[in-house]
């Protein structure tokens, strides 16, 4: 599905092959292709600052897998998966689908790559649309004709948010866009969440610092790593569920949440720069 994309063109229409993009950066730490030069260039920095970086965008993906197998146990059968990045082995919709075939799932991102892309896979799967509209206006999403066609909102659904709140460097902002996708909710529904995190230790915030400088400062532009205190505000008035069997309800290392095997070694210092949680809507 992914292919080869370096060089003028083989560039979709409508990208520009001179800025990066998070979407590609994220997609190359996890093995795609469809990467530039000036991609390959912010990969190299972020690595050559944090050599196991990539940890970071494994973590996050295999969470976002086990969460999405986790609530096909709900039966909900309906996804709005924000910021959902280029297609990867494995996607929302292929997870909870195997589970429920008639499961629905509206993908959004705003990335012309991720839209190309996602709209070439999903071109037979009737249950499953691509949207491109900005996450960081709620209103365009939740009032988006497509999505308000293929998901009701009187009935519960499963909102992911996963590795998206982050992007959005406003302190004050991020949270208020949490709050009104929460609030669009029905009672019942689940949120699917995570988040870089500055762990606050001596060890580990040096490395949270560095990438956060290379996000911040370069021509992506955002990146934050927030508090663990930031984050779960963030979740306000979820019930968590329990990330693990030896912990109480709350937000995890996202490695660390429900892995799927013991692990040989502990985790490295920036995989435990990325949080995660899954809560319930009461
Ligand atoms: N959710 C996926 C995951 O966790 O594997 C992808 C996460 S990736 C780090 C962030 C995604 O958010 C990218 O695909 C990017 O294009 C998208 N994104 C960033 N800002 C956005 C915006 N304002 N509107 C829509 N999508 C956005």
Known sequence: MATHATSPSQVPVGVDPTRPSIARVYGGFLGGKDVYDVDRQIMAKISAAVPEAVDIARGNRGFLNRACRFLTQTNIPQFLDCGSGLPTAENTHQIVQRHNDEARVV???????????????????????????????????????IVRSVLDFSEPLVLLQVGTLHHVTDDTKAPAIMREYVDALPSGSYVVFSHFVDPETPELTPIAKRIEHILVNGPIGA???????EIAAMLAGLELVAPNAQDPPGLSVCDAWW???????????????????????P
């Open 107 to 145: 993908y959004v991102d705003n990335d012309p790559v991720v839209l190309a892309h996602g709209r070439a896979l999903l071109e037979d799967n009737v249950r499953v649309r691509m949207v491109g509209a900005d996450i960081f206006e709620p209103r365009q999403v939740l009032e988006n004709e």
């Open 223 to 229: 990146g934050r790593f927030r508090t663990r205190d």
């Open 259 to 281: 892995p799927d095997g013991p692990r040989l070694g502990g985790l490295s210092g920036a995989a435990q720069c990325i949080i995660g949680g899954v809560g319930r809507k």
